[in-house]
């Protein structure tokens, strides 16, 4: 098993940036793939980014690609979103979540991944 913790959500202006921070506990968490969604009030959770165990690939959804990266640090079990040119439609709760890697499907499922954090408010004014 594997516990999730986020941080570094705030308030920011359009145009600015921010980087959020997924700090595991447990055991192993280099074999998982890692995963961010985002819940905004009234909607379905959605995909955000993903990153394979080593890191060697990353997924991001149409509507951050170019401007969010996704990256992870295996020494420190620590999964992070670095969000640049935020627009207020990004303005939502942000999970990080843990699948099994053996798992097949898209990585968008959020099905497939059966650990979570607890979310971290992102908001983006105007």
């Known amino acids: 098993q594997v516990q999730l913790v986020e941080s570094g959500g705030g308030l920011v202006q359009a145009g600015g940036s921010l980087r959020l921070s997924c700090a595991a506990s447990?055991?192993?968490?280099?074999?998982?793939?890692m995963g961010w969604f985002r819940q905004a009030p009234g909607k379905e959770r959605e995909f955000v980014a993903s990153i394979t165990q080593a890191g060697g690939r990353t997924y991001y959804a149409d509507s951050v690609n170019g401007r969010f990266t996704i990256s992870r640090d295996n020494a420190k079990n620590t999964v992070y979103l670095q969000m640049n040119s935020l627009k207020p439609e990004d303005t939502a709760a942000y999970y990080c979540?843990?699948?099994?890697?053996?798992?097949?499907?898209?990585?968008?499922?959020?099905?497939?991944?059966?650990?979570w954090g607890q979310g971290t408010q992102v908001s983006v004014s105007l």
């Open positions: 979540a843990a699948r099994n890697y053996w798992l097949s499907g898209s990585h968008e499922d959020k099905t497939k991944y059966a650990y």
């Open positions: 447990g055991r192993s968490f280099s074999t998982y793939i």
